[in-house]
């Protein structure tokens, strides 16, 4: 008989704004490289990935301004709040991603900073296109009708 599948826990921090924002094309999971202090804020539910970005710097993709606030019970050696902090990605995928930044204007935004089921860090980074302001109008007005049609059905029937 198979085990059930454990359930996953929710993401420790989440960019809402950026299916708003940016009309994501391919998504991809990351192992992201972090201080213990910062492993320890992100498990008590802190943490910040509005305003971050992912970009390369030396060869290497890298996530900036992710807002990861120091552990309260630290020792003197904390972390840096806002330090770029190194995306694990296989060789290929780098490549791929970075053609897609310099070639296509694409921007890679951070979806999800969350632990999988084996306790390792991980962050889901999009491949995106910023969205115009009549994009992001067209897309409210279908989410508004979906929700809209979701309240006549369930009163229907």
């Not at 929710?10 to 201080?35: C, M, T, V």
């Not at 290497?60 to 990605?89: C, D, M, T, V, W």
């Not at 089921?117 to 109008?137: C, M, N, T």
């Given at each position: 008989?198979?085990?059930?599948?454990?359930?996953?826990?929710?993401?420790?921090?989440?960019n809402r704004?950026?299916?708003?924002?940016?009309?994501?094309?391919?998504?991809?999971?990351?192992?992201?490289?972090?201080?213990?202090?910062?492993?320890?804020?992100?498990?008590?539910?802190?943490?910040?990935?509005?305003?971050?970005?992912?970009?390369?710097?030396?060869?290497?993709?890298?996530?900036?301004?992710?807002?990861?606030?120091?552990?309260?019970?630290?020792?003197?050696?904390?972390?840096?709040?806002?330090?770029?902090?190194?995306?694990?990605?296989?060789?290929?995928?780098?490549?791929?991603?970075?053609?897609?930044?310099?070639?296509?204007?694409?921007?890679?935004?951070?979806?999800?900073?969350?632990?999988?089921?084996?306790?390792?860090?991980?962050?889901?980074?999009?491949?995106?296109?910023?969205?115009?302001?009549?994009?992001?109008?067209?897309?409210?007005?279908?989410r508004d009708?979906?929700?809209?049609?979701?309240?006549?059905?369930?009163?229907?029937?």
């Amino acid at each position: 008989m198979a085990k059930p599948a454990k359930p996953t826990p929710p993401p420790s921090a989440q960019n809402r704004q950026a299916r708003y924002n940016y009309a994501i094309e391919d998504k991809l999971e990351a192992g992201i490289i972090l201080a213990g202090t910062e492993v320890k804020s992100l498990r008590l539910g802190k943490g910040n990935i509005n305003e971050a970005y992912a970009g390369p710097m030396g060869g290497e993709l890298y996530l900036f301004n992710a807002y990861i606030p120091e552990y309260q019970n630290r020792s003197p050696f904390g972390h840096e709040p806002r330090r770029p902090r190194k995306l694990l990605l296989h060789k290929k995928e780098m490549r791929k991603l970075m053609g897609a930044v310099t070639r296509e204007g694409m921007t890679l935004v951070p979806l999800a900073l969350f632990f999988n089921s084996r306790g390792l860090a991980k962050v889901s980074i999009g491949v995106a296109k910023g969205k115009k302001l009549h994009d992001k109008r067209e897309s409210e007005k279908q989410r508004d009708w979906n929700r809209e049609k979701g309240r006549l059905m369930r009163d229907k029937g």
